[in-house]
């Protein structure tokens, strides 16, 4: 999530990771759903995965692990399914989820861009896309994703606390800020945190 920052403090993007080949740059794909924190703020997004293939490595089950704690089985499973299906928007949208958790913004843009073309009407594409376009400071571009998102999923309460943050902290606009901030809390989201994050938000400066 962004964590709000003193005038002091230039806001933190994370560490960018240099990529120097997909296999290397790859993570394990893990079963079913998650939360994924962007490092160092206060902006989430919910990363969705359906395959997977956890090594023993780190607790589960599966193949042996390479490089970087890589599960190569299912490392390698994607490849095949990319060089079969390589316009699968379903599989490009793993890679570019995979990119993101590697923080590799301009490897998962490429993958997530190409997913989007083929599937434009698929929102959580869209939600994953807006989270890059902002780690690479690309904000209006983001705002306009995050709108998208918002005009076809206005209960969203993930993507309104996403835009929220967006617009207050990095785009100084408190004032479109604050509606999404409540309506976040009109929403009351399962994760507490982004419930109670979009709470202190709304709290007057002075009194925080």
């Known amino acids: 999530m962004i964590q709000k920052t003193s ?10 990771v240099v990529v120097g080949s997909l296999v290397a740059a790859l993570l394990i794909i ?25 090594g023993e490595g780190m607790g589960g089950k599966g193949g042996p692990m390479g490089m970087m704690g890589v599960d190569m089985e299912a490392l390698r499973e994607l490849m095949r399914k990319m060089e ?7 599989i490009l949208f793993e890679l570019g989820n995979t990119f993101m958790m590697m923080q590799a913004w301009d490897k998962a843009l490429e993958f997530l861009e190409h997913a989007a073309k ?9 939600k994953a896309l807006g989270m890059v376009r902002f780690e690479l ?3 209006d571009q983001a705002k306009k994703i995050f709108d998208k998102v918002l005009a ?35 929403l009351a989201p399962k994760d507490a945190d982004v419930l109670k994050s979009a709470q202190e ?6 009194a925080q």
Request: zero cysteines; charged letters at 25%.
């Open 7 to 16: 005038k002091a403090e230039t806001p933190r993007l994370g560490q960018k």
């Open 152 to 186: 076809k999923n206005p209960d969203d309460a993930l993507t309104h606390y996403n835009m929220g943050i967006l617009l207050k902290h990095y785009m100084n606009k408190a004032g479109e800020a604050e509606p999404h901030f409540r309506k976040v809390v009109q």
């Open 137 to 139: 400071k690309q904000y």
């Open 30 to 54: 893990f079963v079913g759903s998650f939360i994924y924190r962007m490092q160092g703020k206060g902006m989430t997004v919910e990363i969705q995965q359906e395959r997977g293939g956890m």
């Open 84 to 90: 079969t299906n390589p316009e699968d928007p379903k």
């Open 118 to 126: 083929n599937a434009p009407n698929d929102m959580e594409t869209q």
């Open 201 to 206: 938000e709304l709290v007057p400066a002075k």
